[in-house]
């Protein structure tokens, strides 16, 4: 095989074919380069199995120069996975360890499972689980919570107030499966229960959907917040992040409202009334 340097084109007779990857130096300019190669899979195992630096210095001196172009391909293909790899080990060694790529494409779709399975646990929710679910986290946000008694509102509405005892805003919750939308009548009706209310702002949540006539009802008056099923899954998450909800979706369930409701009266934290009434409504709900 004969060769020229890629530099100074000054040739250098007849080189062994066994030499093919090896580093060498043209004499007459100094340019170092790799030998190429003459036997395609000689070229292709080499890409595999030589160091990195000597690879990139191949690249960059064109060690497959004499390959037809679907070699060439081939070798192209085989750098990229040796470059991801070793950029891969470079993070792991500055930072410990780090994902690979399949790794990270695992955890996404871990992530959208999980993210799946918590959707369906908020629809699967009554309405009297959602409510007190909704409840926790204005309370984890430091404000407090009276429900609402008047029969012109729904049952299981309340009122949020903040620390200095000023009303906050007026809270529904509407429990909702994802093929069953909350719709732009259900936004009328809240925004009466407001008004009577007379809140100055208005907080609908559902565990479901709007459709998108309420959407767009809603962009028109900027005291009201709409919260689905999504956006309430990020509000759950957010809370959990800053450790002020501690409980899973799965312990908003009736059953384990009640246990709960029980252990507060039996610890004499809550009036007989009190727990009369809450396990009354908790019990409609079953």
Known sequence: MKLRCEQCHCPFGRVDEWLGGKQARCEACGFEFVIPFHDADALL???????WPLIEEGLRTGVARHQPARVVSQWVRLFEKRREREIWRLEREEHGRVRSRQDRLLEAEEKRREEARELGALEAMSPGSLCCLVMDLFLAKGFSIK????RRMH??????????????????????????????RDLRHFAAACALEGGAKGYL?????????ARTAAARHPWLTLHDGESLLKWVRRAR??????LLLTDYDPIRLLTTLKARYESKLI???AFDEESARILEDL
């Open 205 to 213: 949540v559902t565990s479901g959907q709007f459709t998108r006539n």
């Open 241 to 246: 992040k800053d450790k002020a909800l501690p």
């Open 155 to 184: 049952r299981r509405d309340f009122v949020v107030f903040r620390e200095d005892g000023e009303q906050e805003a007026v809270v529904r919750c509407l429990a909702r499966e994802s093929t069953a939308k909350a719709t732009s």
């Open 45 to 51: 195992e080499w890409a595999e199995s030589a160091p």
């Open 271 to 273: 009036s007989k009334a």
């Open 147 to 150: 429900r609402c008694e008047s």
